[in-house]
Antibody, heavy 121, light 108 residues
Framework: EVQLVESGGGLVQPGRSLRLSCTAS????????MSWVRQAPGKGLEWVGF??????????EYAASVKGRFTISRDDSKSIAYLQMNSLKTEDTAVYYC????????????WGQGTMVTVSS | EIVLTQSPGTLSLSPGERATLSCRAS???????LAWYQQKPGQAPRLLIY???SRATGIPDRFSGSGSGTDFTLTISRLEPEDFAVYYC?????????FGQGTKVEIK
């Protein structure tokens, strides 16, 4: 079964850091770009960033709201994608979803169940 | 950044009725990169439509997508009880994605 499982969410104080993990199974992880999407409580979906597959350089792109604070990385040997979140703000409070990017249409065809991040003092 | 505006914000319909959801882009979007998602309370979103009109695996044929340029539509031909949910459109361009704000389809 194709699956993504996020972990690492929790309560964190403003200004601190948190790292989320996304563990993939059921497909060849290294062949796919991976993306992170978040959803603040009661709000819509917001794209956070993505990482290309190694075949396309493994480079990253980010939304303006997180650029310079968040970093996405991947470990293809473990089938894990990471979202390192630094200098967290209260407005970063959200459910964070890991998604698989489906080539060539760039749709997010597989989603994890999400992990909640609460930034509060 | 391309802004996607969905309308209406809420659609109140009865089971068996037809639902028509609109997604308008602030500038032209490649049809290849326009997708629709369904989200039910407490669940992750699910891909319904990609490439503006292609149904994702396992999606019933009562769901259809159409449109081009700046105007796209998701149609649910006959609403089933499980179709009451929030629907989002999404576009990809210039190595970034944006979502519409969502349309809630609720039971009338």
């Amino acid at each position: 079964e194709v699956q993504l499982v996020e972990s690492g969410g929790g309560l964190v104080q403003p200004g601190r850091s948190l790292r989320l993990s996304c563990t993939a199974s059921g497909f060849t992880f290294g062949d796919y770009a991976m993306s992170w999407v978040r959803q603040a409580p009661g709000k819509g979906l917001e794209w956070v960033g993505f990482i290309r597959s190694k075949a396309y350089g493994g480079t990253t792109e980010y939304a303006a709201s997180v650029k310079g604070r968040f970093t996405i990385s991947r470990d293809d040997s473990k089938s894990i994608a990471y979202l390192q979140m630094n200098s967290l703000k209260t407005e970063d409070t959200a459910v964070y979803y890991c998604t698989r990017v489906c080539p060539p249409n760039r749709a997010f065809d597989i989603w994890g169940q999400g992990t909640m991040v609460t930034v509060s003092s | 950044e391309i802004v996607l505006t969905q309308s209406p914000g809420t659609l109140s319909l009865s089971p068996g009725e037809r639902a028509t959801l609109s997604c308008r882009a602030s500038q032209s979007v490649s049809s290849s990169y326009l997708a629709w998602y369904q989200q039910k309370p407490g669940q992750a979103p699910r891909l319904l439509i990609y490439g503006a009109s292609s149904r994702a695996t396992g999606i019933p044929d009562r769901f259809s997508g159409s449109g081009s340029g700046t105007d796209f539509t998701l149609t649910i031909s006959r609403l089933e009880p499980e179709d009451f949910a929030v629907y989002y459109c999404q576009q990809y361009g210039s190595s970034a994605w944006t979502f519409g704000q969502g349309t809630k389809v609720e039971i009338k």
